[in-house]
DNA sequence: GATATTGTTCGATCAAAATCGAATTAAACC
DNA sequence: GGTTTAATTCGATTTTGATCGAACAATATC
């Protein structure tokens, strides 16, 4: 399967991001990724159905909170923590204290 | 006419004050709102219909983003930055600097 | 009291986003 | 090739939220 593409650092919003933020699965998604280095989406899942899910990994990739690297069939998702610290320091800090 | 009530800074949640920053409209209250120490409703108003921006301060400070105070027929609106501070160190921060 | 000013509330409409079953893609493995 | 596993895409539905005119409430001013 082809690689995702990643909106470019530069290209990221504040509103943007907080959008993406502003949905309690997708929040606890981002949390959780934030004690991990990287979470396969089947262990992102707990009950919920697949597809919701999958849309939600597309709205954090899309608002550049989420990293997809693809292997073989799993796709392991990271928080693209370097990037939204040099981008909007101090805002990730804070979400992952939350 | 009767004060708001402002709900405690215990009882805030992340989520809800994500939510509260996710809207252009609502995260540029906030914005200029960490600029100034206060500002009316029509000080903030531009050229948008009053109801609307009526309903984006009712949510802003449903989450606990913002205070009103009414003196007079005037509201003076102003972020609580001490409560948020405190509740979420650095979030503020990062938001106004973005 | 009449009028102007400030802002809210109501209610209807519209738009955006979440939900999720069913079908699909893609890789891995026998 | 057939099957299992992982995850997406499609499409329909539902839910949530934004928008905004009209009516209303409250204060200030003449």
């Not at 990287?38 to 697949?50: F, H, I, V």
């Amino acid at each position: 399967m082809a690689d995702y593409d990643h909106p470019a650092s530069e290209s990221l919003t504040l509103l943007g991001v907080l959008r993406g933020l502003a949905d309690p699965i997708r929040l606890e998604i981002v949390q959780h990724l934030g004690s991990v280095p990287e979470a396969s989406c089947a262990a992102l899942l707990g009950d919920r159905p697949r597809s919701s899910m999958s849309h939600h990994f597309q709205v954090l990739r899309e608002s550049g909170l989420l990293h997809t690297r693809i292997q073989g069939v799993q796709h392991f998702n990271s928080l693209r923590k370097a990037d939204l610290d040099e981008r909007f320091p101090g805002l990730m800090e804070a979400i992952l204290a939350g």
